[in-house]
């Protein structure tokens, strides 16, 4: 997507030969700033914000060495993707990836580039909502004197409260450089929780079950966690007698509930491009987020495990937002001979992109994840009996727990 600051006003900006320094630091300097804070900040907000606490679960489906090489690869492949967008707008003259597509591969790409943003960050709020119910009403049920089966602290009037309050309003506005000092609180609480996950590493690592194949280097799933990179909820795995813990889940629900906005600028902002050309009025902006964000808290309201799906995201969207359109582009911009570094790398990403894509797809449909929601991990009983073949209903685990429960992670 192509969010900008403001253009400042000063005609001097437009000529060729300044600098991007002079560009910068001339005319409104302050608004400038402002403006490039509250970017620096969504962007930190969106990539960081949620995608963090996802990192374990993939860490753990494609083994544990291979996971840490799996992150740096993805990363340095995302970093070249977005090398090869700059690029390629440089060389098609425009600034934005979809504005990129059109240029190159006409109005069809641009479509199918189009239903690629919205459908991503549509599921992501999705899942957004799903994790804030969950989550949410884990952290209400430590409330002394609250019945644990109240429908006041269930996930689904959790998630139409939250809808409501805060994040609808939030996603009405109409520039998302708004949204800086929402993020900013997103990155301090994400920092919160990354200190709790930490302090019980520290004080509960020696507790911690051993894994047998926990250090073996690569597992069958490792395609799946490329998929899953960015989702997942490390707080299941903690027991829901931990205070410290629970202080946690409630940090991440509202870290979850200020990301959601942003994913909901970019639906909106694909409709609009393909529809009004990027404009909207205010009426149809109103209009349009209320049509998207309550689809998408339909949808939460109706499923409860989004695992599968959200593999099938990554994999059908993500590879090739990333890997794919970029190179293809790039390929059929440049004229630099098929030697270049670029356009080795370019080659490189395609087919495997594309191998992300069929495999990924493939181990999704006939290796479904298992969805353990709502289950306590064995390790939160006194006898550390495993819970693989006991089905319990969320009200009798929360019950059956013991006050000297130790809370502790795969």
Not at 199 to 213: C, F, H, Q, W, Y
Request: charged share 10%.
């Amino acid at each position: 997507m192509n969010y900008q600051c403001p253009q400042l006003s000063d005609p001097r900006q437009r000529e060729t030969h300044l600098s991007d320094r002079e560009s910068l630091v001339s005319g409104h300097e302050h608004q400038g700033k402002s403006c490039h804070s509250s970017a620096v900040f969504n962007v930190v907000n969106s990539v960081i914000g949620s995608g963090i606490i996802g990192l374990p679960y993939s860490m753990k489906q494609a083994g544990f060495p291979l996971g840490i090489l799996l992150l740096f690869w993805v990363s340095y492949i995302t970093d070249f993707s977005l090398i090869l967008l700059i690029k390629g707008g440089a060389l098609s003259g425009t600034d934005s990836y979809q504005s990129l597509v059109n240029k190159t591969f006409g109005f069809p790409g641009y479509l199918l580039l189009s239903a690629l943003q919205f459908m991503y960050p549509f599921i992501a709020m999705i899942s957004y909502n799903i994790i804030t119910g969950d989550t949410l009403s884990k952290v209400f049920q430590r409330i002394p004197g609250v019945d644990p089966g109240s429908l006041f602290i269930g996930r689904h009037f959790i998630i139409v409260v939250s809808t409501v309050t805060f994040t609808l309003p939030l996603s009405l506005y109409r520039d998302i450089a708004k949204l800086g000092k929402i993020s900013c609180i997103s990155t301090i609480l994400t920092t919160v929780i990354l200190g709790i996950v930490m302090t019980r590493a520290v004080s509960l690592g020696p507790n911690i079950p051993k894994t047998e194949d926990a250090w073996v280097f690569a597992k069958p799933n490792a395609i799946q966690a490329i998929g899953v990179m960015s989702f997942g909820d490390l707080f299941e795995n903690y027991c829901r007698s931990d205070d410290l813990v629970t202080f946690g889940r409630f940090c991440y629900g509202i870290t979850v509930i200020l990301t959601y906005p942003i994913e909901c600028f970019v639906t909106r902002e694909v409709i609009a491009n393909v529809f009004l050309g990027g404009n909207p009025s205010s009426v149809f902006r109103i209009i349009l987020t209320v049509v998207i964000i309550t689809a998408a808290t339909l949808v939460s309201l109706l499923i409860d495990c989004l695992g599968i799906v959200l593999e099938l995201n990554g994999v059908l969207c993500a590879a090739p937002l990333i890997f794919i359109i970029p190179s293809v582009c790039y390929l059929k911009l440049s004229e630099e001979p098929r030697t270049h570094a670029d356009k080795i790398m370019a080659c490189i990403m395609i087919p495997v992109g594309a191998v992300v894509m069929v495999v990924g797809f493939i181990m999704a449909v006939t290796n479904p994840q298992d969805c353990t929601h709502g289950q306590e991990m064995f390790y939160c009983f006194p006898d550390n009996t495993s819970l693989t073949n006991v089905s319990h209903s969320h009200l009798q685990l929360t019950t059956q727990l013991s006050p000297w429960n130790l809370s502790i992670f795969q």
